[in-house]
């Protein structure tokens, strides 16, 4: 491999990584279409859907393992709400990432394309006053998060996502989680989710494997920094971020599948 491109690879997974810490995201809706578009852009490289999407599984196990470490203390992290969604997400990813092998590229692409515009929206959905409800009084309908979670687990398994792009905002605009909890928790849900992920891509032979070793190398370091700094940002500010980076995304893969 070519080092700018193993330079560039790193970039992007150092990147997508502070970020992941940061919003409590996988990172995968960054680094998916980073890893697709800007290798070529810049004449250093070309990975398919298929080696992209299994790219972005490693690199979300490790990313969100960072993040879980560094959110472990303060309150954040709901054990029952990590649970119920956490064992429903795993088994919809692992269906979603062993049946992506029969899928084409475009296919890949499209079912992206349609998670990150339904992230969007709801991103955009008005949340009121759910950073007031005290950590320890937090409810949540448990079967509703079961299936919710499940259904995302699909297609997020489809893509070498861990879903927390789309946990995210239904976990603060369906059940009402607060800011903090919900990038906590969604961290931890999204390392149990990618775990299938991960399965599913390893076992249909969809992972390149240096590619991977060096973003896993760049999650390490960048995810804990991205965690902390997320701590001490306005929750606003954060929403606003997450915001316009999945509009941002979905827009560029909605005009190269159009």
Not at 60 to 87: D, E, H, Q, W
Not at 232 to 251: C, D, E, H, P
Request: charged share 10%.
């Amino acid at each position: 491999m070519d080092i700018s491109l193993m330079i560039t690879i790193f970039l992007m997974g150092f990147v997508g990584s502070f970020i992941s810490g940061l919003l409590g995201i996988g990172g995968a809706i960054i680094n998916y279409p980073m890893l697709l578009y800007i290798p070529v852009m810049l004449g250093v490289g070309h990975f398919t859907a298929h080696e992209v999407s299994g790219i972005t599984a490693i690199q979300v196990f490790f990313a969100t393992i960072g993040g879980v470490l560094a959110y472990r203390k303060g309150g954040y992290l709901n054990k029952s709400l990590i649970a119920y969604m956490g064992i429903s997400i795993l088994i919809g990813s692992f269906i979603g990432g062993f049946g992506s092998t029969h899928m084409p590229e475009s296919g890949i692409n499209i079912v992206y394309g349609i998670l990150a515009l339904i992230a969007v929206i709801m991103m955009f959905v008005r949340k009121r006053g759910i950073d007031n409800i005290p950590l320890e009084q937090v409810k949540f309908n448990k079967w509703l998060a079961a299936l919710i979670s499940f259904i995302v687990g699909i297609g997020a398994g489809i893509v070498g996502a861990g879903g927390a792009f789309l946990l995210v905002p239904i976990m603060l605009v369906v059940l009402k989680i607060p800011t903090r909890m919900t990038i906590a928790s969604s961290l931890a849900i999204t390392l149990i989710s990618s775990i299938g992920a991960v399965t599913g891509k390893i076992a249909t032979e969809q992972v390149p494997i240096l590619p991977s070793l060096i973003m896993v190398v760049a999650s390490l370091i960048a995810s804990p920094i991205g965690a902390n700094a997320g701590k001490r940002v306005n929750t606003k500010v954060l929403q606003i971020i997450m915001g316009i980076l999945i509009l941002s995304t979905a827009v560029k893969t909605w005009i190269t599948i159009l």
